[in-house]
């Protein structure tokens, strides 16, 4: 019956678990989404976005911020639980039968491990290629047009080479009036200028092309004649009962990028790629001293002539009687006719391999560049799926202490935490693409420093600890006031 009963009970924490999370995982995931787009509102607003393309952004931009919602989500969740259940006084009838705390959070601890695996599988393989789309087509949202839109008395020169006014537009959208189209094609100031009473704004079905079929209006042209040496100047003036004006807005479509020019961003890639890409630096890293010296090899070679290589041998060669010069100078034991050849081949070879060494120096730090990027998206793969272990250990005794349940006291206490740990990982990362620290260090530097305090906590929950108690702080304050005035009496 015992076995049983632990089993009951099991179903129950999980069933009291994955409601909350469920519904603060979403909460969390439709909150970073919205900053997203608060982030980048000004530059999307505007664009014409149809609806199919909204719904992919959103679609992409949710899947990759999977991996801050989830530890958030676990963490608000697991305080919750426990505070539910340590306000209704559950824990407390769990204890007295036996069960200590850590029993109790053993089916927790085994299903969080299950979403840690989960989220690593997501982080590895989905990421990369959400990354992919998101990214490529922010990339070509922000880079495109506003969308091609007239208003009413003002002048538009969205269109390359036009400036449109319309006086008056009516609020079907489509009728106008007072049409004044400025036409600079020809590089001229106003030469081409075209007016009209009224007129209509249609569209091709496929939205290539914007058509005015204005009516009851003139056209103005001036032409330039360059002939027999003289410059002469035309105008024309043509009436319309009914003309069509068409331009193109195939420059306000959002034109797509080819992807694979962003495939090899490192946040693009899974482990396998990205550790393929830190061996390939590290073999960079051991070849390169033998490719600066091979760089460097025309460089000993001062002068190519056979005569004079044996006069610079015979020179080189230390023997009694040069051996003082050396002591003053190398230029000064050469014959007279070579100094100056000599002298000036060195500095070419000199400029030379500066140049060359310019160029090996920033490709090494170019390289070195991207192989802290890819160590650091590389531990990220791990670190985020290990923030759900340790929030969890984290968030399932702060319940317990607190013992409140609901929205209140566990939200602030969940985001304080969570804010902690947000920027504790971000100074990490900063740390170690800047090189400042190992990567290893700076990844896992959050982890590190927050475990402790999730082994003190689950410590203090299983002693029964009142942390958040304010009545034990009240307590312990009368107790110091009353120590106090007992020795100010004495």
């Known amino acids: 019956m015992k076995g049983l009963k632990i089993k009951k009970l099991d179903l129950l924490i ?16 439709f909150v970073l989404v919205m900053q997203f787009f608060w982030l980048y509102m000004d530059e999307l607003i505007g664009k014409g976005l149809g609806t199919w393309m909204i719904i992919q952004l959103l679609f992409y931009m949710s899947t990759t911020m999977v991996p801050l919602a989830l530890p958030l989500g676990i963490l608000l969740a697991s305080i919750m639980t426990f505070g539910d259940m340590g306000e209704n006084f559950e824990l407390v009838a769990i204890k007295s ?17 299950f979403i840690s695996g ?11 290629y959400c990354n992919l789309k998101a990214l490529s087509l922010l990339y070509d949202l922000r880079n495109s047009k506003p969308a091609f839109n007239i208003r009413a008395g003002q ?26 189209i400025y036409d600079h094609s020809s590089g001229g100031t106003n030469d081409n200028v075209v007016l009209a009473k009224e007129g209509e704004m249609l569209s091709t079905p496929d939205k ?22 003289s410059v002469s100047y035309q105008q024309y003036r043509m009436h319309f009962k009914k003309w069509d004006k068409v331009f193109d807005l195939s420059a306000f479509k959002v034109n797509r990028t080819n992807e694979d020019l962003f495939k090899d961003a490192y946040q693009m890639m899974d482990v396998q790629q990205l550790g393929e890409r830190i061996d ?19 460089s000993n070679i001062v002068l190519g002539n056979k005569a004079d290589r044996r006069t610079l041998d015979s020179v080189l060669k230390i023997t009694p009687a040069n051996k003082l010069s050396y002591k003053k100078s190398f230029i000064e034991c050469l014959p007279d006719d070579m100094k100056g050849r000599v002298a000036e081949a060195a500095a070419n070879y000199a400029r030379n391999g500066k140049g060359l060494l310019d160029i090996s120096s920033n490709d090494r730090e170019l390289q070195y560049t991207n192989y802290l990027q890819f160590m650091v998206e590389w531990h990220r793969k791990f670190t985020l799926s290990f923030a759900c272990i340790l929030l969890f250990l984290i968030g399932a005794p702060l319940g317990a202490i607190i013992r409140k349940g609901g929205l209140g006291m566990p939200l602030v206490i969940a985001v304080g935490f969570f ?15 800047a090189g400042s620290v190992p990567s290893w260090i700076g990844m896992w530097m959050a982890t590190a420093m927050l475990l402790p305090i999730a082994f003190f906590l689950i410590n203090r929950a299983r002693n029964d600890a009142q942390i958040f108690n304010r009545d034990w702080y009240l307590k312990r304050w009368e ?12």
Do not use: C
């Open 280 to 298: 390939s630096f590290k073999k960079y890293e051991n070849h390169l001293a033998s490719n600066v010296g091979i760089y460097l090899g025309p």
């Open 14 to 29: 999980l069933r009291s678990f994955i409601g909350p999370f469920i519904v603060t995982f979403f909460v969390t995931l």
């Open 479 to 490: 107790s110091i006031k009353f120590f106090f005035t007992r020795k100010k009496i004495a």
């Open 155 to 180: 002048f538009n020169r969205d269109i390359d080479n036009f400036s449109i006014r319309v006086g008056e537009k009516d609020k079907d959208g489509r009728t106008i009036r007072n049409v004044i």
């Open 118 to 128: 989960f989220a690593f599988v997501f982080n590895n393989n989905v990421i990369p």
């Open 419 to 433: 804010v902690v740990f947000h920027i504790i990982s971000v100074t990490g990362e900063k740390l170690s693409k």
């Open 208 to 229: 290539h092309y914007m058509i005015f079929r204005l009516k009851d209006g003139w056209r103005y042209q001036e032409v330039t004649d360059n002939g027999k040496g």
């Open 97 to 113: 039968g036996g069960i200590s705390l850590l029993r109790f959070m053993r089916p927790l601890l085994v299903f969080i491990i």
